[in-house]
């Protein structure tokens, strides 16, 4: 009986031990931090490593490490003036000038990009990320056999890289080995998922052989990936447009520009369609969008005019013509479009000369008729047409009509 009770008594202790324990755990628990998206780290970083060269500016590796936050940022101008400033302080740095060629790849600076790779080449820079950019560049130097030699180099020391997989396989389709280009960039994505161009480049071989469906899969596994991306979902609707579906790629153009409102090509595709179903009112809307977000696109007036003019506004379809000649001369068919709606307005013709948009009405030609030859009856003789001798035809008397 005492032995129960001293393993009830023991079994009370280390409930309220636990209890206790619990309680300080929770009044010693650090609140989680708050969850950062890739930008807003990046934008943390870049905040810090300004404070720190503005406490020390002579720090090279600092203006290193911000050029490479500017790269992910995408301001290519800031991170090759900080990559620049951190080649001066330490001249013949080999990651320096590797990412003074990746910025300038970025800026489709592709000759002095690939100088600078191979400069930290030479410097013994290493690295299989080296190796895969100057295939890249290579290729796009069109020394489709030089790419292949540095994407090789790059396989003997990372086989698993997913842009080496994805070099390669733009390779083989500019070899035009499209059933090799296909399955390395899928096993690029399949080893980085976060690798962008591999969905885009993936996608635009398989629309090109009309491989839609397929094309569909990988821009779905993209969105999966990238949500909310409004590039993948205007590939999307690009997609369905390109298979006919008009409908389902109108209804991701509407879906992108949700995303991103102030993307005019969004708005464009889905005027095209508007346009192209005769709903010229709501057209009209999908451009009037995209000609307040960007002013100075001629396209955008050029679409204006025409839909101006299908809903019989000539006035309205003559001015937003008249824009986009303004803007680009050189456009024919906005200059075909304005003379024909100028015509119509005019009740003439008109041509459009580089001095003037307004341009001048023609006039006509006289016509000039030519006098009719007459006869003359006094030097040519004029035989008259005599009637023909009667003929005299027998009858046979015999022969007696008879009527019934």
């Not at 009037?288 to 379809?317: C, H, M, S, W």
Request: glycine letters at 4%; a positive charge; aromatic letters at 10%.
């Amino acid at each position: 009986m005492q032995k129960q009770f001293q393993l009830y008594i023991l079994l009370i202790v280390t409930v309220l031990l636990a209890a206790c324990g619990q309680g300080n755990r929770e009044r010693s628990k650090i609140p989680p931090t708050q969850f950062q998206t890739e930008s807003e780290m990046n934008e943390a970083a870049e905040v810090a490593l300004t404070e720190a060269i503005r406490s020390n500016p002579s720090v090279a590796e600092n203006y290193y490490k911000r050029a490479g936050i500017y790269l992910k940022l995408n301001d290519t101008e800031s991170a090759l003036e900080d990559i620049n400033r951190a080649d001066q302080l330490k001249p013949n740095v080999g990651k320096y000038l590797f990412t003074k060629a990746l910025i300038l790849r970025r800026m489709k600076k592709i000759d002095e990009a690939f100088s600078f790779a191979q400069s930290a080449e030479i410097l013994n820079f290493d690295t299989p990320e080296l190796y895969t950019l100057l295939g890249d560049l290579a290729q796009q130097r069109n020394d489709l056999a030089g790419a292949e030699k540095y994407l090789a180099k790059s396989m003997q020391t990372a086989p698993f890289d997913g842009e080496t997989h994805f070099y390669r396989g733009t390779l083989a389709a500019r070899k035009g080995d499209t059933v090799s280009a296909i399955a390395l960039i899928n096993k690029a994505i399949e080893i980085k998922p976060s690798f962008r161009e591999g969905y885009t480049k993936l996608t635009d071989i398989l629309q090109s052989y009309r491989m839609y469906d397929s094309a569909l899969v990988v821009n779905q596994k993209a969105i999966a990936e990238f949500k909310n991306n409004a590039d993948f979902i205007v590939e999307r609707g690009l997609t369905y447009f390109k298979k006919g579906w008009l409908d389902s790629a109108l209804v991701n153009y509407e879906r992108a520009a949700r995303v991103d409102p102030r993307r005019t090509d969004v708005l464009l595709y889905a005027g095209a369609i508007y346009y192209r179903w005769r709903s010229y009112e709501r057209a009209l809307e999908n451009y009037q969008k995209a000609a307040g977000i960007n002013r100075d696109l001629p396209k955008v007036y050029f679409l204006l005019g025409l839909t101006y003019e299908q809903l019989g506004n000539l006035q309205e379809a003559e001015s937003a013509l008249k824009e986009a000649v303004e803007k680009n001369p050189s456009d024919e068919q906005a200059i075909v479009a304005l003379n024909r709606v100028s015509g119509r307005l005019n009740f003439g013709y008109r041509n459009y000369s580089d001095n003037d948009v307004v341009v001048k009405k023609q006039t006509p030609k006289p016509v000039v008729e030519e006098p009719r030859k007459l006869l003359d009856t006094a030097r040519v003789k004029v035989n008259t047409i005599k009637p023909k001798a009667k003929v005299n035809v027998k009858t046979d008397s015999l022969k007696k009509i008879r009527f019934r």
